[in-house]
Nanobody, 119 residues
Framework: QVQLVESGGGLVQAGASLRLTCATSGFPDDNLVLGWYRQFPGKKRELVAAFTGIIGDPTNYRDSVKGRFFISKDSAKGPLYLQMNNLQPEDTAVYFC???????????WGQGTQVTVSS
């Protein structure tokens, strides 16, 4: 059974840093692309940062987080991390870990972790 469990969220002041972790288990193979998404209340989930391929680990970042957030992983199956620096109130959201099985329509999601940034 595939499991993704996020941790590391919390309440911080603007300018602070947080490191999110996504613990992973149960993947049948390592043909995966991992990423982080976030969701604001009443809005659709949006990409924050993700690995976009399985060769060379290319990455893609949302423009608003470029230079502040950094995605990393220990292996193709995770764990997955998101280092978030210089957090701003507009980063306040629930952050979700995602794993996409390459060549399929299969996506796995964690339960999310709340990040709240006060001004």
């Amino acid at each position: 059974q595939v499991q993704l469990v996020e941790s590391g969220g919390g309440l911080v002041q603007a300018g602070a840093s947080l490191r999110l972790t996504c613990a992973t288990s149960g993947f049948p193979d390592d043909n995966l692309v991992l990423g982080w998404y976030r969701q604001f209340p009443g809005k659709k989930r949006e990409l924050v940062a993700a690995f976009t391929g399985i060769i060379g680990d290319p990455t893609n970042y949302r423009d608003s987080v470029k230079g502040r957030f950094f995605i990393s992983k220990d292996s193709a199956k995770g764990p997955l991390y998101l280092q978030m620096n210089n957090l701003q109130p507009e980063d306040t959201a629930v952050y979700f870990c995602n794993a996409h099985r390459v060549g399929t329509m299969i996506n796995y999601w964690g339960q999310g972790t709340q990040v709240t940034v006060s001004s």
